[in-house]
């Protein structure tokens, strides 16, 4: 049996289904291009600026986590910057041996210099499909509806998604800030993405508690639950999630940083490991949770004492979780259980 090291964890293939392009990016990029567009930043220095968008420790809330998103959309307008930082990511990820990766934006934040929302799919598509054609990762695209702006908006964003199906994008998704901005406000959208048999997946139960993740699957059939940290508080509602395999999509760092956790060890990421719910493991933002896949998975490992079967298993939901069709899903399921059976266990 192999002792699992962060090298170790580093070597083996992994998923990252919870990603946001808008918070994944290199802080000596956003420099480079803050400095071509003239846009504003709080200091240019690289070292600072990674500093200053990283959460160092907590944030008060959600909200607060979220403001840091303003810096790095404010280079995110153009054609060329959208295809670079979506190359970029998929890039560093392929390193991390993410071998597929699911990255989600709202393209309806990046239209603030007058790009058409086709223009902006167009050019993170472009990106990522140029990192496929250079590195060992392949990956999908999921378009995020946004919970604090209208509902008209999200249906809008649903039927962006509808038209790009098959074409690189393959779910719908809504974030942005969970308190006082219920899903279900959102039905119409979500319903547009089910009835064009297009995936999807809620942030829910991240700010706010289980009455979140149960509009996200009864009003919204969310096919999977982003962060759904607050579903232990609902025994009922966490055994139907459990019977009917629906992955919850965990990102730990981030949970402690936005203070959906008091800390890493009071996560119920053990609990619902071993009650055997599908649980992936995520980065959300690797640029402002300061994380990658390696770090989340040793940060699980060292935190719950997981074992290199239970590390498997954790890594295998991500491969049974990914919104690929059954076969494609099948092939790449199989590839990964061959190579953790080589090097984990
Ligand atoms: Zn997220």
Redesign the pocket.
Known sequence: MAEITRELIAKLPKTDL?I?LD?SLRPATIVELAKKHNAYLPTYDVAELGEYLTVQGKVDNLERYLEKFDITLSVMQDVESLRRTAFELAEDAAKDNVRYMEV?YSPILHQKAGLELEEIVDAVLAGLREAEDHFNIRTGVIICGIRSINPQTSLLLAELAVKYKGKGVVAFDL?GAEYNFPAKDHVKAFYQARNNNINTTL?AG?AFGPASIHQAIHYCGAHRI??GTRLIEDDDLLNYVRDHRIPL?I?LL?NVQTQSVPSIESHPFKTYLDKQLRITLNT??TLISGTTMTNELDLATQTFDLSPEQLCKVILNGFKSVFLPFDEKVEIYQKAKAELKQLLV
């Open positions: 919870h946001h918070g989600r974030a942030h991240e982003g962060h999509e990102c981030s959300d933002n």
